[in-house]
């Protein structure tokens, strides 16, 4: 059994629009890195809004660690099981001190408060605000708030952590820091499920899945959805730059084993090719 | 002629608290006429708070800003036309659309110019067109708008007041990368048209290297850089260290040069790159 198992999923947010997820079916094992992609619209933020019974399918089913989101009484239990981490911090940010505000998800599931100091530390040093706990939020940057809206939901220790495009306001060392949180989280056995337009994150997922107008367009690992270019510029979606360059150069002749996805692999691809 | 100069320019935030901070400090810059400004810094760097002063939206805590020569808080009570000449368009412009039509929405800025019914017409309309928003939209509520439409409307609610300078704080945050392309050359279709003067604010290293004409490097406050986006580019260690990175491309080419291949510095696009392995290879009879 997958620790994430979505079943033909199919929804609408009213009746006289078209269906925003078509029939997903996805599967996501405990303790994988899966990258979400696709254009805006294409259904990605609906999907994880699916993931922890923020919306639920009108047909199909999600089941995540045996629970149904359809489930009413499981809904409290899904959402401790599955954080969300949204793309604008200011919707997420409560508290008018930093180190409350995240405390408020473990205060609200009844934690020890010696635990919670435990807890509220560690998440601020994860994701490196720690020196700001006493600090009011509203004079954080934007990515500084974003730091800590993720801090808010590592407090409350779920086993899998959904990002909906948690580094779009970031700048690139916030980005990286966010980045190497997800290790962190996957290397402590966290699943994290990470929504994104940027593909240089998306390559150092475990699992790649492209979403186009609410279906599945295909997926697999980093290398086997990268290398389709053809398809994902078609359907508008980036590829990063060093399979870009590599891909024009196999277009005028030159021979690849494996194509590059990383400033490092471009580089050595080169040199293969130019020495 | 400079249209913006910017004298020893300092922002204090919190002033006689414990968190006193200089977002800005001592930073002078001359910008001319048509230049199209890219800014960069990590979070905090002061870049949004450096780009509010330019409209009067922030006072300055010392220094200067002169537009066209004039210091604009020579009159502090006329602050506000300075708003129609320096328009700002916020990060995630989309959250302060408030009326119940696109065209309204976009009309309030000429209307509190002052102008007349028919220039208002025109300067909406001509506005919605250089964001790309069709007639049919303008009559739509804009919360029915997609999240890059709504995004686009705001953008021509400052576009109609027909500002000399624009100023775009992360235009693109948040948009697909489709979006990011449209938008931009959107932006830089208006900016041939209208010769106007641009500062944007991103974080997208590739977004600003494509654009700009000069880069302001920003770092705790200070302007570390101020050149052309391939001199900027060329200065890896020295970003990296404030922060910020090239863009991958660029960081390629750089390998491969000090791996000793004859390529140039400052590659910034898979174009340049393309068209400089070619050679390479055809030099070497590869090709």
């Not at chain 2, 208002?120 to 919360?143: C, E, H, M, N, Y």
């Not at chain 2, 106007?196 to 997208?204: D, L, Q």
Request: net charge negative; hydrophobic share 40%; charged share 25%.
């Amino acid at each position: 059994m997958s620790f994430i198992t979505a079943e033909n999923i199919k929804f609408s947010y009213d009746e006289e629009n078209k269906n925003v997820l078509d029939g997903v079916s996805l599967k996501i094992e405990k303790g994988d890195f899966v990258a979400l992609l696709g254009h805006n619209g294409c259904g990605k933020s609906t999907m994880a809004k699916m993931l922890n019974a923020m919306l639920l399918p009108d047909e199909g089913t999600i089941v995540i660690e045996n629970m149904s989101t359809k489930d009413e009484e499981l809904t409290f239990e899904i959402r401790r099981t599955v954080g969300l981490v949204l793309q604008n911090p200011d919707n997420q940010l409560v508290a008018s001190v930093i180190e409350e505000d995240v405390a408020f998800g473990p205060e609200n599931l009844g934690v020890e408060p010696s635990e919670i100091r435990k807890r509220v530390d560690e998440a601020l040093k994860a994701v490196d605000m720690y020196e700001y706990r006493t600090h009011a939020p509203h004079k954080l940057s934007g990515g500084q708030k974003q730091r800590v809206a993720i801090a808010g939901i590592l407090a409350m220790q779920p086993s899998c952590v959904v990002f909906d495009e948690p580094t779009a306001m970031l700048d690139p060392n916030g980005r990286e820091e966010v980045m190497k949180t997800i290790h962190t989280l996957k290397s402590r056995g966290i699943t994290v499920v990470l929504i994104t337009h940027y593909m240089n994150e998306a390559v150092q997922a475990d699992r790649v899945v492209v979403m186009d107008s609410g279906k599945i367009l295909t997926e697999g690992t980093p290398k086997e959805v990268f290398s389709q270019v053809n398809l994902l510029k078609k359907h508008s979606l980036d590829v990063p730059q060093a399979t870009e360059l590599a891909y024009k150069l196999i277009g005028v002749g030159l021979r690849y084993t494996e194509m590059p996805l990383t400033a490092e692999e471009c580089v050595s691809f080169l040199e293969g090719v130019l020495r | 002629m400079s249209i913006i100069e910017v004298k020893n320019l300092r922002y204090t935030y919190g002033i006689g608290t414990p968190f006193e901070i200089n977002a800005v400090d001592d930073v002078s810059v001359s910008v001319n006429e048509g230049e199209v400004i890219g800014l960069i810094g990590h979070t905090g760097s002061g870049k949004s708070t450096f780009v509010q002063t330019l409209n009067g939206l922030i006072k300055p805590t010392s220094g200067q800003i002169l537009l066209e020569g004039k210091d604009i808080w020579e009159k502090p009570k006329e602050i506000r036309k300075i708003r129609f000449r320096v328009g700002m368009v916020f990060q995630y412009p989309e959250y302060q659309l408030f009326d119940d039509t696109v065209y309204k929405d976009i009309s309030y800025g000429p209307k509190n110019k002052g102008l007349s019914d028919e220039e208002i017409d025109k300067t909406v309309r001509s506005a919605a067109k250089f964001v790309g928003l069709s007639d049919k939209l303008l009559d739509k509520s804009p919360f029915d708008l997609s999240g890059g439409e709504k995004r686009r409307a705001a953008i021509a609610g400052v576009i109609a007041m027909d500002p000399d300078v624009l100023v775009l704080d992360e235009p693109t945050a948040g948009l697909d990368p489709k979006g990011r392309d449209l938008l931009l050359a959107q932006i830089m279709q208006y900016h041939k048209e209208r010769n106007n003067t641009i500062f944007i604010v991103s974080h997208s290293m590739e977004d600003i290297s494509r654009i700009a004409d000069r880069i302001m490097v920003m770092s705790k406050g200070r302007l570390v850089m101020f050149d052309t986006p391939k001199k900027v580019f060329s200065e890896v260690e020295k970003l990296e260290k404030i922060g910020l990175r090239v863009p991958q491309i660029t960081k390629i080419m750089m390998s491969l040069k000090e791996k000793g291949f004859p390529v140039s510095d400052g590659i910034l696009t898979v174009e340049q790159a393309m068209s400089e392995i070619v050679d390479l290879l055809k030099k070497e009879g590869r090709l």
